[in-house]
């Protein structure tokens, strides 16, 4: 009878065995389905930035890079309302016109980048333009008029800077 249950627990831990490993291979094609490349929403805004240019008299340049990287669905889905956020803030915030720029030595038209880029285990999605940049000043400026930072306050981390400029109109 002992022979038996170890017989017994043998065919167990084989069957034991093969329904971890379908539990695996199914995991990880449910994994593997989810997965959709960041094109998907980067898709959606060339046209955005293109009305935008328009809305705003700016020449815009958009370039897209790494769209073939995957992400899973439910990420994706989270992601385009704070692009759309960030690509408008460039166009409008971060560009200047094309006279500024031409009087700064740029060409008349600006450029914004959406890239997304492999770090590792994870993937960093940005948004970047070759505008001006934050008007430190005018923020923190209009900050304290805003009672958003200390009256007596000479700067303010960059963190908060970026956080503070949507409220601060573009430099003229």
């Known amino acids: 009878m002992l ?9 167990l831990a084989e069957l034991a065995g093969g329904v971890s490993r379908l539990v695996s291979d199914l995991q990880t094609q449910v994994v593997a389905a989810r997965m959709t490349p960041v094109s998907e929403v980067f898709d959606r805004f060339p046209r955005l930035v293109r009305d935008l240019g328009r809305d705003l ?13 995957e992400l ?13 956020h960030l690509i408008r803030n460039a166009a409008d915030h971060g560009l200047e016109s094309a006279a500024d720029r031409e009087a700064a ?3 008349a038209e600006g450029r914004i980048l ?9 993937v ?9 940049g ?19 306050a ?7 800077l970026q956080q503070l400029e949507e409220w601060v109109p573009a430099a003229p």
């Open 3 to 11: 022979e038996l249950m170890r017989g017994g627990d043998s065919e």
């Open 57 to 69: 008299g700016k020449q815009i340049r958009f370039e897209m890079e790494g769209g073939s990287i």
């Open 72 to 84: 899973d669905r439910s990420i994706l889905d989270e992601l385009g309302d704070p692009l759309l």
């Open 105 to 107: 030595g740029k060409p």
């Open 114 to 122: 959406l890239s997304a880029v492999r770090e590792r285990r994870t």
């Open 124 to 132: 960093a999605i940005r948004v970047s333009d070759d505008g001006r």
């Open 134 to 152: 934050i008007d430190r000043a005018a923020v923190l400026a209009k900050a304290k008029r805003d009672g958003l930072a200390d009256p007596a």
């Open 154 to 160: 000479e700067m303010l981390t960059d963190d908060v």
